[in-house]
């Protein structure tokens, strides 16, 4: 299991060339929480984002994603669908998360997922600093339904499940 955060930043390398091809700078995910790619910024001033969709990922190590080759980055336009974490139609990043009762949980800091499956199985949701250190964040699993909108994820009370993730799991 991942931290989104943890991958956004990772070099993207070609294997067949042994290449540098680009840095992770967002990942793409839908409703249901399967993750479709990732946003690659190449290195040069003027580059473009590409897409890498996840079918044609190698392995996200501790250092580096690896792909077969850097045929595999498409036009980022195919992200326009997507959700994602920092950028596109409804960034995930410090959006509340508001249960169907009205009350707030926090916000969103970080999204888990299991690389093996591409499925985002939990968010990690900061309530502010000073909670952040008196009682430490607060991490619920990714519910079945939720209402993604411009100011606010909502979800349903009775999908509102927090989650214990063990350290091996991390």
């Given at each position: 299991?991942?931290k989104?955060?943890e991958?956004?930043?990772?070099?993207?390398?070609?294997?067949?060339?042994?290449?540098?091809?680009?840095?992770?700078?967002?990942?793409?995910?839908?409703?249901?929480?399967?993750?479709?790619?990732?946003?690659?910024?190449?290195?040069?001033f003027?580059?473009?984002?590409?897409?890498?969709?996840?079918?044609?990922?190698?392995?996200?190590?501790?250092?580096?994603?690896?792909?077969?080759?850097?045929?595999?980055?498409?036009?980022?336009?195919?992200?326009?669908?997507?959700?994602?974490?920092?950028?596109?139609?409804?960034?995930?990043?410090?959006?509340?998360?508001?249960?169907?009762?009205?009350?707030?949980?926090?916000?969103?800091?970080?999204?888990?997922?299991?690389?093996?499956l591409?499925?985002?199985?939990?968010?990690?949701?900061?309530?502010?600093?000073?909670?952040?250190?008196?009682?430490?964040?607060?991490?619920?699993?990714?519910?079945?339904?939720?209402?993604?909108?411009?100011?606010?994820?909502?979800?349903?009370?009775?999908?509102?499940?927090?989650?214990?993730?063990?350290?091996?799991?991390?």
């Amino acid at each position: 299991m991942k931290k989104l955060q943890e991958v956004i930043g990772l070099s993207v390398l070609d294997v067949s060339s042994g290449k540098k091809v680009g840095t992770v700078k967002d990942i793409y995910f839908d409703l249901n929480g399967d993750v479709k790619g990732f946003l690659v910024e190449g290195s040069g001033f003027f580059s473009r984002g590409s897409f890498l969709s996840y079918e044609e990922l190698g392995a996200i190590g501790d250092d580096a994603v690896t792909i077969g080759t850097a045929d595999f980055l498409q036009p980022l336009h195919l992200n326009e669908q997507f959700y994602s974490f920092n950028s596109g139609k409804t960034p995930y990043k410090e959006l509340p998360v508001v249960t169907t009762n009205g009350n707030e949980l926090g916000h969103i800091i970080d999204v888990y997922f299991k690389e093996e499956l591409g499925k985002i199985i939990g968010y990690e949701i900061s309530d502010g600093f000073l909670s952040d250190i008196t009682e430490g964040r607060r991490t619920i699993g990714h519910p079945d339904r939720q209402i993604v909108g411009k100011d606010a994820i909502v979800i349903p009370n009775d999908e509102i499940r927090d989650v214990v993730f063990e350290k091996e799991e991390l």
